[in-house]
């Protein structure tokens, strides 16, 4: 009877999907054709609005490039004709994922002489959201004619049990679109290569989406540890030649959606099977990452109260609800603000426990020292102090996604790090990084796990194609795609519908006709994507559903467990008590498995003592109590030591590890603090001459190096007839022109031309055979990457390569030796970096004194530059302890009086 109800049930159905052809046009539709030209002529005009704006911005988006490429190729014949004789042969690797505008532009560019080679298969289209059209490819095909076809039906990937598996299913779901497919390999598994695990409420019956999912999970998770426990051999070894035991590295669990991911992601962690999430849940949407961001916020921002609660409940600072309580009862908002040295603070001190009040105290002191330098430092910096003076980085490693934790704060450092160098501000990039959030972008996660670890991989279909994994796991099968419900739809068989009513509530018929046609070919490219998904696998293939059913059938309407139920009759297997399905006519089986996954959650509950007093407890008095005994029971977790500093690269300018070699405190102050150099004591009688205030030596060096930048060589002679318009290019393109006397600098600039024009450094320029200016570079010193700019490399007449730095110092002839060895260790870093720019060895470093017009050498030689080499490492990782120490001691020398912040040491 049940088996009789099921086949009505879907005769119905299938009755009713041609009830729509026999109903005729009505009111609805005159409304709809009405609302539809008031639509496109908003639509037109709302986007003449986006191209104006484009236009007036320089910018194209991508639909731009196809279009103008089009219509310059269609619109000008001697265009066309010249871009198609150039090519021979064009190829279109996976054309069934393209459209009509990417085929017509490509039709132009073959015709008539050029050859097309179109690669793809109808099969594995599954980018129809992204305007991809298997129609397309399909009508090619056939207007090229069947004998200029080469089909490619062979697998090299999946044994003949697969491949015959494959074909036996889908052959029914696709129909006439259907091509089967034959296997290469010859090699055979002992057992079932295709299992059918349906997770089954047991006591527990499932009776909605949300247990059918963690049931999938949870069985997922244990079907994965019984193989690799059991030494399940599954896996063919090519060079063995046999099957080998699986291991977790063989294994692919492939989703077609990666909403429920957290529930696989769960079950994997309760079950300690290691794994990595590509493309999971989203990489804006992890704790780390909020914690991180409403620190930011409350740096810029100290006023952010949601944000200042949400960073000291964080692990960074770990207060906890009873504490914020406290906080909230003792004083009004800003919290912060009121919190710095008032009498509400005071009283906290008291009120709060004495670890608690010294986490407050100390997240106030370090936010605030953090908010009065965020201009001066950069985001990334920011986060590097966070990280290194609260310890976060240590306290995630101990958490079950430590290394997933870690890589993910590296992540959003890099991606600070990037925005420091597009000049974005701290108050910026957190309104970016929100707008990413609340847009749910699609940002992946850091990558903790490479190709070869032995961790199981979580990604979706997509993601899969073109790749190929020894087991793939297909799970989440009960979910069905949810249906367009646009009043609005575009279609290539009806084109622009709109779903009005009539006076009797009925729709229109051309909306209803666009939208089955839409519903027809949704379900089409769901049947695609399960064929791209099991043809993923090798060796062994699971298929995880719910058995979730009413009369005979799986519940969540049109999913692709019901699609494979129709060709399988898996309800009616598990109904019968059978525990397998031939197919290619008995040769193979699919092993049927009905999965209580009851032990584990026993297994997860034992990990968790909380939800054991919970269930426990008759009232509040008996969880306090327990909760008492517990901690007093329980043993103080080992300590964890600090990240060390090797464990990542740390970016350093060339010039900051020069000047902390010099004096750890300039180094602070320069290059931390961004502080400007002291101005000189006289000063104010030239601010009043000219009215504007003099420039720092700092600017200064710049504006000269930019003036030796866009100075032309080859006309030294007539250099200082040029010097004004240098002085004002270059300070214009630095900036600067409103801030300082250009005719006062220009006149000094002179004096600086005509001393350069009489060295022999000039004359050496003069006789270069090539020149490369402002280069710049990264190189690797320990934990560190090393950036910086070389001025000037040079080329002889010999052959001979010299690198060449310019200084602005204020120092006589006499003092240039002294005064150079200042920079002995900027100059070896430049000569490594010239080296491997160059790929051969260097003759020299000098660096040219712009003032005195005079060089200073460094010879060149291996032993120097291995020696370098240790010491730029061990100075790196003396910078890098004085910065997580905060502890920049001066250091007292004779070059003490060339520093610009020599008065702060007084």
């Given at each position: 009877i049940k088996a009789a109800k099921a086949t009505v049930i879907d005769l119905v159905e299938r009755m009713n999907e041609y009830e729509i052809y026999t109903r005729t046009l009505n009111d609805a539709d005159r409304k709809a054709a009405d609302a539809l030209a008031t639509v496109s002529r908003l639509a037109r005009e709302g986007y003449d609005i986006y191209r104006s704006s484009k236009r007036s911005r320089g910018i194209l988006d991508f639909t731009d490039l196809l279009d103008y490429a089009s219509q310059l190729i269609q619109s000008n014949p001697p265009v066309r004709k010249a871009l198609a004789k150039s090519i021979r042969q064009l190829l279109v690797d996976e054309c069934q994922d393209t459209d009509s505008l990417q085929m017509k532009l490509i039709s132009s560019l073959t015709e008539p002489n050029g050859k097309i080679f179109l690669v793809g298969d109808s099969k594995q289209s599954i980018y129809r959201?992204?305007?991809?059209?298997?129609?397309?490819?399909?009508?090619?095909?056939?207007?090229?004619?069947?004998?200029?076809?080469?089909?490619?039906?062979?697998?090299?990937?999946?044994?003949?049990?697969?491949?015959?598996?494959?074909?036996?299913?889908?052959?029914?779901?696709?129909?006439?679109?259907?091509?089967?497919?034959?296997?290469?390999?010859?090699?055979?598994?002992e057992k079932s290569s295709?299992?059918?695990?349906?997770?089954?409420?047991?006591?527990?019956?499932?009776?909605?989406?949300?247990?059918?999912?963690?049931?999938?999970?949870?069985?997922?998770?244990?079907?994965?540890?019984?193989?690799?426990?059991?030494?399940?051999?599954?896996?063919?070894?090519?060079?063995?030649?046999?099957?080998?035991?699986?291991?977790?590295?063989?294994?692919?669990?492939?989703?077609?959606?990666?909403?429920?991911?957290?529930?696989?992601?769960?079950?994997?962690?309760?079950?300690?099977?290691?794994?990595?999430?590509?493309?999971?849940?989203?990489?804006?949407?992890?704790?780390?990452?909020?914690?991180?961001?409403?620190?930011?916020?409350?740096?810029?921002?100290?006023?952010?109260?949601?944000?200042?609660?949400?960073?000291?409940?964080?692990?960074?600072?770990?207060?906890?609800?009873?504490?914020?309580?406290?906080?909230?009862?003792?004083?009004?908002?800003?919290?912060?603000?009121?919190?710095?040295?008032?009498?509400?603070?005071?009283?906290?001190?008291?009120?709060?426990?004495?670890?608690?009040?010294?986490?407050?105290?100390?997240?106030?002191?370090?936010?605030?020292?953090?908010?009065?330098?965020?201009?001066?430092?950069?985001?990334?910096?920011?986060?590097?102090?966070?990280?290194?003076?609260?310890?976060?980085?240590?306290?995630?490693?101990?958490?079950?996604?430590?290394?997933?934790?870690?890589?993910?704060?590296?992540?959003?450092?890099?991606?600070?790090?990037?925005?420091?160098?597009?000049a974005v501000s701290l108050a910026n990039f957190i309104t970016a990084i929100g707008e990413m959030t609340l847009s749910e972008m699609r940002y992946e996660q850091a990558p903790i796990a490479g190709a070869n670890e032995d961790v199981v991989r979580i990604m979706t279909i997509h993601k899969a194609k073109g790749l190929e994994f020894p087991v793939v796991i297909l799970p989440d099968l009960n979910a069905s795609k949810r249906s367009n419900h646009n009043p609005i739809i575009q279609s290539r068989l009806w084109g622009l519908v709109y779903g009005s009513k009539d006076e009797d509530d009925l729709p229109a018929l051309s909306y209803d006709l666009a939208r089955a046609k839409e519903k027809a070919d949704l379900r089409k490219e769901e049947i695609r994507l399960l064929y791209v998904a099991m043809t993923r696998h090798c060796d062994q293939l699971i298929l995880v559903g719910a058995n979730w059913q009413k009369d005979g059938r799986f519940r969540r309407g049109q999913n692709p467990l019901q699609s494979i139920n129709e060709v399988l009759d898996i309800s009616g297997t598990v109904s019968a008590g059978q525990d397998k399905i031939d197919y290619a006519d008995g040769k193979y089986s699919i092993a049927i498995k009905l999965m209580n996954p009851t032990g584990n959650k026993r297994a997860t509950s034992a990990r968790l003592p909380g939800q054991l007093i919970l269930n426990a407890a008759k009232g509040p008095g008996d969880?306090?109590?327990?909760?008492?005994?517990?901690?007093?029971?329980?043993?103080?977790?080992?300590?964890?030591?600090?990240?060390?500093?090797?464990?990542?690269?740390?970016?350093?300018?060339v010039t900051a590890l020069s000047d902390f070699e010099r004096c750890p405190m300039l180094y602070h102050l320069r290059h931390e603090l961004a502080m400007a150099p002291l101005p000189a004591v006289d000063a104010t009688s030239h601010t009043a001459a000219t009215g504007k205030s003099e420039i720092d030596a700092m600017s200064l060096g710049s504006l000269l190096h930019k003036c030796m930048e866009l100075l032309d060589f080859s006309d030294l002679q007539n250099v200082s007839l040029n010097s004004k318009a240098l002085i004002t290019q270059a300070a214009a393109e630095l900036d600067l022109t409103e801030t300082c006397n250009l005719d006062a600098l220009e006149t000094e600039l002179r004096r600086i031309l005509n001393v350069f024009t009489k060295s022999n450094l000039a004359a050496e320029l003069a006789q270069a055979t090539e020149i490369i200016r402002e280069l710049d570079f990264i190189v690797n010193a320990g934990p560190a990457q090393l950036r910086g700019q070389i001025d000037l490399l040079m080329k002889d007449s010999q052959g001979r390569w010299h690198v060449v730095d310019y200084k602005s110092d204020r120092v006589s002839e006499a003092n240039i030796p002294t005064h150079g060895r200042r920079y002995e260790l900027q100059m070896l870093?430049?000569?490594?970096?010239?080296?491997?720019?160059?790929?051969?060895?260097?003759?020299?470093?000098?660096?040219?004194?712009?003032?005195?017009?005079?060089s200073w050498q460094i010879e060149i030689e291996n032993p120097s530059t291995a020696q370098a080499q240790e010491r730029i490492t061990t100075l790196t990782n003396k910078l890098l302890i004085a910065r997580r120490s905060k502890q920049y001691p001066t250091c007292k020398s004779d070059t003490c009086k060339y520093c610009p912040y020599q008065r702060l040491c007084q």
């Open positions: 959201f992204r305007g991809a059209q298997v129609e397309v490819f399909q009508q090619w095909c056939q207007s090229l004619g069947e004998t200029q076809h080469e089909r490619l039906d062979i697998s090299f990937r999946t044994h003949e049990a697969g491949t015959a598996f494959i074909n036996h299913l889908f052959a029914p779901l696709m129909g006439n679109d259907y091509s089967p497919i034959s296997a290469n390999r010859t090699d055979t598994p295709v299992e059918i695990i349906l997770a089954d409420g047991g006591d527990i019956p499932i009776d909605n989406a949300t247990d059918a999912s963690r049931a999938q999970a949870m069985v997922t998770a244990e079907r994965i540890a019984q193989m690799v426990r059991d030494k399940e051999k599954i896996v063919f070894d090519e060079s063995a030649g046999s099957f080998r035991p699986v291991r977790y590295g063989d294994i692919a669990i492939l989703m077609s959606r990666m909403t429920k991911s957290a529930d696989y992601e769960r079950a994997l962690l309760d079950a300690e099977i290691p794994f990595y999430t590509l493309a999971g849940a989203g990489f804006f949407k992890q704790q780390e990452i909020y914690d991180i961001l409403n620190a930011l916020r409350v740096i810029d921002n100290p006023m952010d109260d949601i944000a200042f609660f949400g960073v000291l409940r964080s692990n960074m600072f770990g207060l906890d609800d009873n504490s914020l309580m406290q906080i909230a009862l003792s004083c009004d908002g800003p919290y912060f603000a009121n919190l710095t040295g008032s009498v509400s603070a005071d009283k906290l001190r008291d009120l709060l426990p004495a670890d608690q009040s010294k986490a407050l105290f100390e997240s106030i002191e370090l936010l605030g020292y953090l908010h009065k330098r965020k201009n001066a430092i950069g985001t990334a910096a920011i986060i590097d102090r966070l990280m290194e003076s609260t310890g976060f980085e240590s306290s995630q490693l101990s958490r079950r996604r430590g290394r997933q934790i870690l890589g993910n704060i590296r992540q959003i450092t890099t991606l600070a790090r990037q925005a420091d160098e597009n969880i306090a109590a327990s909760l008492n005994l517990a901690g007093a029971k329980a043993k103080s977790p080992e300590l964890l030591g600090a990240i060390p500093i090797t464990a990542a690269k740390t970016a350093l300018a870093i430049y000569a490594q970096a010239a080296e491997k720019f160059l790929n051969q060895p260097l003759t020299d470093v000098q660096l040219f004194f712009l003032r005195a017009g005079s």
